[in-house]
């Protein structure tokens, strides 16, 4: 590393690879994807690996040890429910990869004379460089040692060469013959007044006949400096690294610097990049999350020098029929856009859907006439897309919001039969219950994170379709952002809520037989249906809250909408407009319209759905 050449070679390498983004995402469906902020490892790779290090010097400190060792080995830190949450590096000269009787393979990590570290294969992460196995890579400074000594001697030379600065490489001839003395005080003259690189190019005063002749060559002569820029290029070829990139321009041009920067992108640092996502995926990802979950290098910001030149080329694709808006968008790593408009297909000069049969041109007594109506319904059919946009999206994050309640009851269940061991063997429900509330007093901050967490990647899918239906900003004000945690804050009090007082009633009501086996019932049924019945509803309630806030916020009224399987009690608020403030529901009320068997008792006012467990009407925008 002493070597500027292979100095700078590293540098470049961390540097670049350190300073990207790197993203874990969730795939939502086949198109659309969320950044999952909330698993650990996106905090990992994002921000910092480990309490020691951020991300960028974990990794700078992995490519370096690619580079210069082959192989770059980190320990795996998981949290309780097996997530990766820290990576801790460990040094590639002190770590080997070995087998046991078994043939599984397993790390062995030297610490000190005779005491060693076994780690399972499982708990490192290792990056192996080029190399012949598939296992293990190729040191780089091992294969270039003979080019390294090289470049390494003539920075010696060049050192000494300059360091005795005297720079005369000439014979100072005497007519006759000096003596001892004469001798040792020519030298000190010349050593003193003229050796060192600040004496350098002084007049001589020769003296007695004396004359002086040139022969030393110069180092240009010597082709001293062509050897040291075939150095840069020797190297750059054992870094795959094009020349300008180790300072080297003179052969770079403003006509070719522009695609040298596109070519390291492509040759040079993508393949390290893909190598670095797919080991994370393979070994800091659980089988099950890597169904869904992935992360990702991304590389866009570095070609961001040819951004006008990409543009112009998708321009012209996109107003001949080559690609459309959802297609541009992919390539620029961008979630499509909702409704049939992004894939639609442009045809020139009249830029209309080219799957649309030609449209007759109407009579020119009829085009005033039509462009009033056209105004009239575009509103009604942009809300009619917005609702299905909204549905769609709310099938796709059912999953999501299953997978949340599971997270949820993982940690409740346990929490709950320990208070339920410790209180319920002597059927002390009293204690039960207190420490019950001080359990759900704890637990429910993360409640209240998976519940956030949750409702803003929701928030970030449904706000853009319902400003877009309103004709509004899609940019998320401050205002949402609160609105969000005030939902949030209300999903986990209800949930709470009704956790505890469940639970209450089951120990309550079984005091007398054995309230311990009750309450492991109940959890049961807990993990059967709540992840089913929370997703059901969060889904329903978030979004159309979110849709709701988009159209007060926009100066537009609600009205309920119900779809093809409605109860009495949807089907008469069907149609019914409300402004902010109001509800359609108001809390109190026993609600029981035409057709209802038993009337619907509202204990909290309803301003948009669900208006019922298993209601799944919507809402939409109305002037």
């Given at each position: 590393m002493?070597?500027s050449?292979v100095?700078?070679?590293v540098?470049?390498?961390?540097?670049?690879?350190g300073?990207?983004?790197w993203i874990?995402?969730k795939?939502i469906?086949?198109?659309n994807k969320v950044?999952w902020?909330?698993h650990?490892l996106?905090?990992?790779?994002h921000?910092q690996a480990n309490s020691?290090?951020?991300?960028?010097?974990?990794?700078?400190l992995?490519?370096?040890?690619l580079?210069?060792?082959?192989?770059?080995?980190s320990q795996?830190?998981r949290?309780?429910?097996?997530?990766t949450?820290e990576l801790?590096?460990?040094?590639p000269?002190?770590?080997?990869i070995k087998?046991?009787?078994?043939g599984?393979?397993f790390y062995e990590l030297?610490i000190s004379?005779?005491?060693?570290e076994?780690?399972p294969?499982?708990n490192?992460?290792?990056?192996p460089?080029?190399?012949?196995?598939?296992?293990q890579g190729?040191s780089v400074?091992?294969?270039?040692?003979?080019s390294l000594?090289?470049g390494?001697g003539?920075e010696?030379?060049?050192?000494r060469?300059?360091?005795?600065?005297?720079?005369?490489?000439?014979i100072f001839q005497h007519?006759?013959k000096l003596?001892?003395?004469?001798h040792?005080?020519l030298?000190?003259d010349l050593?003193?007044?003229y050796?060192?690189?600040s004496?350098s190019?002084?007049?001589?005063?020769?003296e007695?006949g004396?004359e002086?002749?040139?022969v030393g060559?110069?180092?240009?002569d010597?082709?001293?400096l062509?050897?040291?820029l075939?150095?840069i290029l020797?190297?750059c070829?054992?870094f795959?690294?094009?020349?300008y990139k180790?300072?080297?321009?003179s052969?770079?041009t403003f006509s070719n610097?522009?695609h040298?920067?596109i070519e390291f992108?492509q040759?040079s640092?993508?393949?390290?990049?893909v190598?670095f996502?797919?080991?994370?995926?393979?070994?800091?990802?659980?089988n099950?999350?890597?169904k869904v979950?992935?992360?990702?290098?991304l590389?866009?910001?570095l070609?961001r020098?040819?951004?006008?030149?990409?543009?112009?080329?998708?321009?012209?694709?996109r107003l001949?029929?080559?690609?459309?808006a959802?297609?541009?968008?992919?390539?620029?790593?961008?979630?499509?856009?909702?409704?049939?408009?992004?894939?639609?297909i442009?045809r020139?000069?009249?830029?209309v859907?080219a799957?649309a049969?030609?449209?007759?041109?109407?009579a020119?007594d009829?085009?005033?006439?039509?462009?009033e109506e056209k105004k009239?319904?575009?509103?009604?059919?942009r809300?009619l897309?917005?609702i299905?946009s909204?549905r769609?999206?709310a099938?796709?994050?059912k999953?999501l919001?299953r997978?949340?309640e599971?997270?949820i009851?993982a940690k409740?269940?346990?929490g709950?039969?320990?208070?339920?061991k410790?209180t319920l063997t002597?059927?002390d429900?009293?204690d039960f219950?207190?420490?019950l509330d001080k359990?759900?007093k704890?637990?429910r901050k993360f409640?209240f994170?998976?519940?956030?967490g949750?409702n803003n990647e929701?928030?970030?899918a449904i706000?853009?379709i319902?400003a877009?239906?309103?004709n509004?900003?899609?940019?998320?004000?401050?205002?949402?952002?609160?609105?969000?945690?005030?939902f949030?804050?209300h999903?986990?009090n209800?949930?709470v809520?009704?956790?505890?007082?469940?639970?209450?009633q089951?120990v309550l009501k079984h005091?007398e037989?054995d309230?311990?086996?009750?309450?492991e019932?109940?959890?049961?049924?807990?993990?059967?249906r709540?992840p089913?019945k929370?997703a059901?509803?969060?889904?329903?309630?978030?979004?159309?809250?979110?849709?709701?806030?988009v159209y007060?916020?926009?100066?537009f009224?609600?009205?309920w909408?119900?779809?093809?399987?409605?109860?009495?009690?949807?089907e008469?608020l069907?149609n019914k407009?409300i402004?902010?403030?109001?509800?359609f529901?108001?809390?109190?009320q026993?609600?029981?319209p035409?057709?209802?068997?038993?009337?619907?008792i509202v204990?909290q006012g309803?301003?948009?759905p669900?208006?019922?467990?298993?209601?799944?009407?919507?809402?939409?925008a109305v002037l």
């Amino acid at each position: 590393m002493n070597y500027s050449v292979v100095f700078n070679a590293v540098a470049i390498y961390g540097g670049t690879i350190g300073s990207l983004p790197w993203i874990l995402y969730k795939r939502i469906d086949e198109k659309n994807k969320v950044r999952w902020v909330d698993h650990p490892l996106y905090n990992c790779l994002h921000n910092q690996a480990n309490s020691e290090m951020t991300s960028l010097v974990w990794r700078e400190l992995s490519m370096n040890h690619l580079l210069l060792q082959g192989n770059a080995y980190s320990q795996i830190i998981r949290d309780g429910a097996g997530r990766t949450k820290e990576l801790w590096p460990l040094d590639p000269a002190l770590t080997d990869i070995k087998r046991d009787d078994t043939g599984k393979i397993f790390y062995e990590l030297r610490i000190s004379a005779g005491k060693n570290e076994i780690f399972p294969v499982e708990n490192i992460l290792h990056i192996p460089g080029l190399g012949y196995d598939g296992r293990q890579g190729y040191s780089v400074l091992t294969l270039a040692r003979e080019s390294l000594g090289l470049g390494l001697g003539m920075e010696t030379f060049q050192a000494r060469f300059y360091g005795a600065g005297t720079n005369l490489g000439a014979i100072f001839q005497h007519p006759g013959k000096l003596s001892e003395t004469a001798h040792q005080s020519l030298v000190k003259d010349l050593t003193e007044k003229y050796a060192g690189l600040s004496k350098s190019h002084r007049a001589i005063v020769l003296e007695e006949g004396m004359e002086y002749k040139k022969v030393g060559m110069p180092l240009q002569d010597a082709q001293f400096l062509g050897s040291k820029l075939f150095q840069i290029l020797e190297f750059c070829r054992w870094f795959n690294l094009s020349a300008y990139k180790l300072k080297d321009y003179s052969n770079a041009t403003f006509s070719n610097i522009e695609h040298l920067a596109i070519e390291f992108v492509q040759d040079s640092i993508r393949p390290w990049a893909v190598r670095f996502e797919q080991h994370v995926n393979w070994k800091c990802l659980k089988n099950d999350e890597r169904k869904v979950l992935f992360n990702e290098i991304l590389l866009d910001g570095l070609l961001r020098g040819d951004i006008e030149s990409r543009n112009k080329a998708l321009s012209v694709q996109r107003l001949n029929g080559a690609i459309s808006a959802n297609e541009w968008r992919a390539i620029e790593n961008r979630n499509p856009l909702e409704g049939p408009a992004g894939d639609a297909i442009w045809r020139p000069l009249n830029m209309v859907d080219a799957n649309a049969p030609p449209a007759e041109k109407p009579a020119n007594d009829k085009v005033e006439e039509e462009l009033e109506e056209k105004k009239l319904v575009n509103f009604e059919l942009r809300a009619l897309r917005a609702i299905k946009s909204r549905r769609r999206m709310a099938e796709a994050f059912k999953p999501l919001y299953r997978n949340m309640e599971k997270e949820i009851l993982a940690k409740e269940r346990p929490g709950i039969l320990k208070i339920a061991k410790k209180t319920l063997t002597q059927r002390d429900t009293g204690d039960f219950i207190f420490e019950l509330d001080k359990f759900y007093k704890k637990f429910r901050k993360f409640i209240f994170n998976q519940f956030a967490g949750m409702n803003n990647e929701y928030g970030n899918a449904i706000y853009p379709i319902a400003a877009e239906e309103v004709n509004a900003d899609s940019e998320q004000t401050a205002e949402f952002a609160v609105y969000l945690n005030e939902f949030a804050d209300h999903s986990t009090n209800r949930y709470v809520e009704s956790s505890r007082g469940q639970l209450k009633q089951v120990v309550l009501k079984h005091r007398e037989n054995d309230p311990a086996k009750a309450v492991e019932k109940r959890l049961d049924e807990w993990d059967e249906r709540r992840p089913d019945k929370v997703a059901n509803r969060e889904v329903i309630d978030v979004g159309s809250g979110i849709a709701q806030f988009v159209y007060y916020d926009a100066g537009f009224r609600t009205v309920w909408v119900t779809f093809d399987k409605s109860c009495p009690y949807c089907e008469s608020l069907n149609n019914k407009v409300i402004s902010r403030g109001m509800n359609f529901i108001n809390a109190g009320q026993s609600f029981q319209p035409e057709g209802a068997e038993t009337p619907l008792i509202v204990t909290q006012g309803i301003s948009h759905p669900q208006a019922h467990q298993n209601c799944d009407c919507g809402i939409s925008a109305v002037l």
